[in-house]
């Protein structure tokens, strides 16, 4: 069964940091691209970041360039998303996905499994 479970998020001010993890299991880690996304309310789902299992290629969204980002431990099957200089305007469920095409892609639609997603607010 394929799980992909986040953790590390929380509330924080703005201009802190937080990391946040995803831990996957049931696949093979290293054939897939592992993507962050996030969902604030009333707003459609973002592409954040994603990083290619094999290579170790990246994209970021604009929005977080130079302030997020994404490493793998292929060891222990898990991505992280180090977020720093959080703005309020990053307030939203961040979710991570898998991609089996191994694509490095902010497009929700290429992605095959998705965690249960975990809540970061930024006050002001």
């Known amino acids: 069964e394929v799980q992909l479970v986040e953790s590390g998020g929380g509330l924080v001010q703005a201009g802190g940091s937080l990391r946040l993890s995803c831990a996957a299991s049931?696949?093979?880690?290293?054939?897939?691209?592992i993507g962050w996304f996030r969902q604030a309310p009333g707003k459609e789902r973002e592409g954040v970041s994603c990083?290619?299992?094999?290579?170790?290629?990246?994209y970021y969204a604009d929005s977080v360039k130079g302030r997020f980002t994404i490493s793998s431990d292929n060891a222990k099957n898990t991505v992280y998303l180090q977020m720093n200089s959080l703005k309020p305007e990053d307030t939203a469920v961040y979710y991570c996905a898998a991609n089996e095409r191994g694509v490095t892609s902010g497009s929700a639609s290429l992605y095959d499994y998705w965690g249960q997603g975990t809540q970061v607010t930024v006050s002001s």
């Open positions: 990083i290619s299992s094999s290579d170790g290629s990246t």
């Open positions: 049931g696949f093979t880690f290293d054939d897939y691209a």
